[in-house]
């Protein structure tokens, strides 16, 4: 089994200070890995070096066989990003964010509708599709992260704390989708406390 996820030696953190000192971690294919840790611990920061918003300061971070610097383009596909506090244009419907995703991903939007409507509805928003979800409430607007998140089929997700804000029929609805994507080869990075 493949690793989709390979840190060696990762050291960094923000303005030369170091956060994080020489982490290792490996994750295969068709895992569910969770990043346990006290506030303060590095979890944030370790998933910000994945996502190519920090730079190392020493290591080297692969993901399905490729980093950010020999192949950024194909890195980032590589990669779904569900943020703990969830991140909405103001000026943009429901329907707009999961268009800008498809774009943005370069999929196939009539395969990326078909899709959608059957995250809009197993998360009871399909009738929300012309509102704006900066006005939801947090769980809805987590839900809406998680819709666009899962609309991409990369091969790693990268959830942070994915149940805050939900209410127990969408924790279960997004435990199910993970479960799925895991028995089709993505690996899951989730961080908790």
Not at 54 to 67: C, F, H, Q, S
Not at 85 to 104: G, K, Q
Not at 133 to 149: D, E, L, N, R, T
């Given at each position: 089994?493949?690793?989709?996820l390979?840190i060696?030696?990762l ?25 346990i840790?006290?506030n303060?611990?590095?979890?944030s920061?370790?998933i910000k ?5 920090l730079?190392?300061m020493?290591?080297?971070?692969i ?5 950010i610097?020999?192949?950024?383009e194909s890195?980032?596909r590589?990669?779904?990003y569900?943020?703990e ?7 943009l419907?429901?329907?707009e964010?999961i268009?800008l995703?498809a774009?943005?991903y ?10 959608a ?11 929300k ?16 992260m998680i ?5 991409v ?5 990268i959830?942070?704390?994915?149940f805050?804000?939900?209410?127990p ?6 435990i ?11 690996s ?6």
């Amino acid at each position: 089994m493949d690793n989709i996820l390979k840190i060696k030696n990762l050291t960094g953190g923000y303005n030369r200070k170091k956060i994080i000192e020489n982490i290792n971690i490996e994750i295969p294919e068709g895992s569910i890995t969770a990043l346990i840790g006290l506030n303060g611990a590095g979890k944030s920061t370790t998933i910000k070096h994945i996502l190519g918003l920090l730079r190392p300061m020493e290591g080297e971070i692969i993901v399905d066989n490729k980093t950010i610097t020999r192949d950024n383009e194909s890195y980032r596909r590589s990669i779904s990003y569900i943020p703990e506090s969830p991140v909405l244009y103001e000026e943009l419907t429901l329907e707009e964010h999961i268009n800008l995703t498809a774009m943005a991903y370069g999929l196939d939007m009539e395969e990326t509708w078909k899709k959608a409507d059957i995250l809009l509805n197993l998360f009871k928003l399909k009738d929300k599709k012309k509102f704006f979800p900066v006005h939801f409430s947090k769980g809805m607007k987590q839900k809406v992260m998680i819709i666009c998140a899962f609309l991409v089929e990369p091969k790693l997700y990268i959830i942070d704390e994915p149940f805050l804000g939900l209410d127990p029929i969408a924790i279960n609805d997004l435990i199910n989708l993970m479960c799925d994507r895991r028995v089709n080869g993505a690996s899951i990075l989730m961080s908790t406390h």
